[in-house]
């Protein structure tokens, strides 16, 4: 029967019922040998890959290609088993033997994609289920790769597109509600994921996941956070204390409330810290979310300054959501004070995803004097890093020039900084900062902080 499949093959390649058979020949081939022991060693894999045991699963395939190295169909189980314990170099290496054999078994390509997803080469992995789906258009395991691979790139609208038409080919099928209302929730539209979940639970009303999916969004709980951070400047006079604090609360999960104190001034402006006088600033602002993709913020706030002086601080924020999970963002501050100056200034920055771990985010900063030609410009570039446990490491380095009529205040202005944040428990966080500031006002200083988030949900 071999030799048969082989020529069906030689006739026509891409025929998938001949592959098969080829393939169940080989399975064929190795249980004439041992068909017993063969039976009891796939049984005992495949239980120790459903309860998760993967490390045991791939001893009994090692043992079983011991026996029959050319057999490509354990192989195949063995690449899947490999690229789930993280081996992806090895599980490459099965998924292209098996691909080099039998080039029209598209379970192999998919194996391959999700290992070129898992390890974060997207667009080679999105490569591989489309040739997966070349042999096989129903391929429902490549399609939900593919879709998979284009959420985590950021790219929640192909994989929209991709669900919704695998929706019209297989309606009976819950995952696929199931996966839709993931990409929902990532585009952070509740409602949607809400109806996609009930859709699953038409089909099967025990499915346990849409259950949960549903009271989850409907119970998000209000939240109320907290942090504090104290400070110590060196500069020429050095000075340690209170730099600012914030509480916010969470009414509801696309709006953001919060008070905070910022007493940055005193620390950081010598003449200022020289005295041991206190000027903070107080501040109250909101964060709405709206139509999925955008976010818009405003504050005000008002402080007291040296000599009598009141200023009334107020900013505006807007963040939009493009695709790939880029975001811009700009945004805008006025400062009027009690004897007619004003502060001013924008912002523009653009925060891109390099990889699924790492973003990096250039800005430009512009400030206005009270001349007419008064000025500061700066560019800022900064790198944010999440690492193992949950901890993050950002930094960043700003250079710029300021431009005043009196000269001794004008020149170049530069600025450094390094951000660890450390969890805790239960959403809590320890953050380090580390800053350089070299301002063309005021002598270089640096600070060091040190801060504490603390989260108070809604029992």
Known sequence: SREAFQSALQISPDRLEAQEGLDTSFVMELEAEFADELESLNREAKKRVSEGDYPGAQKIYDQMLERSPKNDRIRNARAFVRSWQGNYEGAESDFLTVIGAHPKTSSAYTGLGYTFAWSGQYEEAKSRFREALEIDPRDVDARKGLADTCLWQGNTKEALTILHQMIQDFPKDADLYLDLARVQLAERNPHGAIHSYRKALEIDP????????????????????????????????????????RIGWR??????????????????IPSIAAER??????????????????????EIGMRRLPRGIRQTIMSFDQDIRLPYDVHLRTGTTLGPRSLGRSDFGVYEALNIPLH???????????????????????????????????ITLSGGFGYGNAHYQNSDLSGPLWSGYVLTSVPLFKGNRLFFLYRREDPAVAHTYDAFETGVSVQFPKS
């Open 206 to 245: 025990s499915e346990k996941i849409a259950i949960q999916g549903i009271k989850d969004i409907k119970n998000v709980p209000s939240v109320v956070d907290f942090d504090v951070w104290g400070s110590y400047t060196r500069s020429t006079s050095n000075r340690a204390g209170f730099r600012r604090s």
């Open 251 to 268: 009414p509801k999960e696309n709006l953001q409330l919060w008070f905070r104190i910022d007493n940055s001034l005193s620390l950081d």
């Open 277 to 298: 006088k206190n000027f903070p600033s107080y501040h109250i602002g909101s964060a709405l979310r709206w139509m999925d993709r955008f976010t818009t913020s405003f």
């Open 356 to 390: 699924k771990r790492l973003r990096v985010e250039p800005a430009f900063y512009y400030s206005k004097g009270e001349g007419p030609y008064e000025n500061e410009k700066t560019f800022v570039l900064s790198a944010q890093s999440l690492l193992m446990k949950g």
